[in-house]
């Protein structure tokens, strides 16, 4: 007689998973509510009755009675309508936490970091505060990464985040904002001090060395800086400073710094520095 093989055993959650799911369904949930508010009813019903047919001087007027039943039975529902309510509050809370970083660098998102940008800028043109965005950018990215799976070009925006966190203090904050671009806004900064941050975020990443299966992967950056003045009326002229600022050190090679405002005989000069006189960045 030939043996029969043995049975997989079945786990509780494979067991029931099908029955569960059901409950997903809208009308399924509502028909469950229905049932839930019916037996409450005739609880509800039930206690008034029992509260009424109390003998002599115990029973209580059918109305108060009723009251009190319906009190009763309705508490629990209530309970759990406030329960469902503060899971569903915090599982939004946790999915705009989730939303609010960048799945590859683990740093914060364009959107997030935009929010705390106008923020900034509000205040800075409110008080006078000096602030500072730079744009980073991985220079020649896709030729970085090619021939390499999609882990190695992700391990380099990982490392190179690192890295430019590692440069700033804690009242100043990093952004993915592009896709292989990282943005940086300076808290406090004046013309000298951004440049000496953009330009030290530079040489950290030049001097990286990113192992990726016994290869080294060597990466090099352009950066642009912007310093919020009066002249900007918006976030929006701020990034666009920036981004010309950027698009002036691309245009210089990469590997190198440029500061808004741009100008245009200067866009070949190699190295790092303003685009404005030291003079004028320090008075402006």
């Given at each position: 007689?030939?043996?029969?093989?043995?049975?997989?055993?079945?786990?509780?959650?494979?067991?029931?998973?099908p029955?569960?799911?059901?409950?997903?369904s809208?009308?399924?949930?509502?028909?469950?509510?229905?049932?839930l508010?019916?037996?409450?009813?005739?609880?509800a019903g039930l206690?008034?009755?029992?509260?009424?047919?109390l003998?002599?001087?115990?029973?209580?007027?059918?109305?108060?009675?009723?009251?009190i039943?319906?009190?009763?039975?309705?508490?629990p529902?209530?309970?759990?309508?406030?329960?469902?309510?503060?899971a569903?509050q915090?599982?939004?809370?946790?999915s705009?936490?989730a939303?609010?970083?960048d799945?590859v660098?683990?740093?914060?998102?364009?959107?997030?970091?935009?929010?705390?940008?106008?923020?900034?800028?509000?205040?800075s043109?409110?008080?006078g505060?000096?602030?500072?965005?730079?744009?980073?950018?991985?220079?020649?990215?896709r030729?970085?990464?090619?021939?390499?799976d999609?882990?190695?070009?992700?391990?380099?925006?990982r490392?190179?985040?690192?890295?430019?966190?590692?440069?700033?203090?804690g009242?100043?904050?990093?952004?993915?904002?592009?896709?292989?671009?990282?943005a940086?806004f300076?808290?406090?900064?004046?013309p000298?001090g951004?440049?000496?941050?953009?330009?030290?975020?530079?040489?950290?990443?030049?001097?990286l060395e990113?192992?990726?299966h016994?290869?080294?992967?060597?990466?090099?950056v352009?950066?642009?800086?912007?310093?919020?003045?009066?002249?900007?009326?918006s976030?929006q002229?701020?990034?666009?400073d920036?981004?010309?600022?950027?698009?002036a050190?691309?245009?210089a090679?990469?590997?190198?710094?440029?500061?808004?405002?741009?100008d245009?005989?200067?866009?070949?000069?190699?190295?790092?520095?303003?685009?404005?006189?030291?003079?004028?960045?320090?008075?402006g």
């Amino acid at each position: 007689m030939s043996r029969q093989p043995p049975s997989t055993p079945v786990s509780f959650a494979s067991r029931w998973a099908p029955l569960l799911a059901r409950w997903r369904s809208p009308s399924l949930a509502a028909g469950a509510s229905l049932g839930l508010a019916l037996a409450l009813a005739v609880g509800a019903g039930l206690l008034a009755w029992a509260l009424s047919a109390l003998p002599g001087r115990a029973a209580l007027p059918p109305a108060l009675a009723a009251a009190i039943g319906a009190f009763v039975a309705a508490l629990p529902l209530v309970l759990a309508l406030l329960r469902g309510r503060q899971a569903l509050q915090r599982g939004r809370e946790q999915s705009q936490s989730a939303d609010a970083l960048d799945p590859v660098t683990g740093v914060p998102s364009r959107a997030p970091f935009l929010t705390l940008a106008e923020r900034e800028f509000a205040r800075s043109r409110r008080y006078g505060i000096g602030g500072a965005l730079l744009l980073v950018d991985v220079d020649r990215y896709r030729r970085l990464v090619d021939g390499h799976d999609a882990q190695a070009a992700d391990l380099v925006l990982r490392e190179i985040a690192a890295s430019t966190q590692a440069t700033l203090r804690g009242a100043d904050a990093l952004a993915r904002f592009g896709h292989a671009q990282v943005a940086v806004f300076l808290a406090h900064a004046d013309p000298l001090g951004a440049l000496d941050v953009a330009e030290r975020i530079r040489e950290r990443i030049e001097q990286l060395e990113i192992i990726w299966h016994d290869q080294r992967l060597r990466a090099t950056v352009s950066i642009g800086v912007v310093l919020m003045r009066p002249a900007h009326l918006s976030l929006q002229a701020v990034v666009e400073d920036a981004e010309a600022a950027l698009g002036a050190a691309r245009h210089a090679g990469g590997n190198c710094v440029r500061a808004a405002p741009v100008d245009p005989r200067r866009l070949s000069r190699p190295g790092v520095g303003p685009s404005v006189d030291d003079n004028q960045a320090r008075g402006g």
